[in-house]
């Protein structure tokens, strides 16, 4: 007689601080506790384990640029609160979506918050050097027009 295959409870698994394993599970859709949709990316929240900086929260993806550059994304540092940017490199260890369900906003509600901020914060440095791109190549513009 053949046993069931059962998933193991990773329990042994580093998860940011307050994550239970359980929310790093999809809720299915009969589940009455939903995900919060309007919380984190349409409630989900994207966690790298790196290196160097520990837990990052995931708050902005950029797209690969025309130098050949891979896909990066702008975070925020758990342990700290400060913005980084992490790449797919050696250095990220580990991509961990958390799912955020009606039941545990509450407990996940500091990085709903830590969210919230650093998305804010990504798009004022996003703009920041866009802008100073912009200015530059108008200005090589306007400099090989008058020479």
């Given at each position: 007689m053949r046993s069931k295959r059962t998933a193991v409870a990773p329990a042994t698994v580093d998860l940011p601080p307050g994550v239970t394993a359980k929310d790093t599970v999809c809720p299915t859709w009969k589940s009455k506790d939903r995900l919060v949709r309007d919380a984190g990316d349409y409630g989900r929240l994207t966690f790298y384990k790196t290196r160097g900086f520990g837990w990052v929260l995931a708050t902005l993806r950029i797209r690969?640029?025309?130098?050949g550059y891979t896909d990066r994304t702008y975070g925020v540092i758990v342990s700290t609160g400060?913005?980084?940017?992490?790449?797919?490199?050696?250095?990220?260890?580990?991509?961990?979506?958390?799912?955020?369900?009606?039941?545990?906003?509450?407990?996940l509600a500091k990085y709903l918050v830590m969210y919230a901020g650093g998305v804010a914060d990504s798009n004022q440095i996003r703009d920041r050097i866009s802008t100073r791109r912009a200015q530059g190549a108008l200005y090589r513009s306007r400099l090989g027009r008058d020479v």
């Open positions: 690969r640029g025309r130098g400060k913005q980084c940017r992490v790449g797919c490199g050696p250095h990220v260890e580990r991509e961990l979506t958390v799912y955020v369900r009606g039941s545990r906003a509450k407990a």
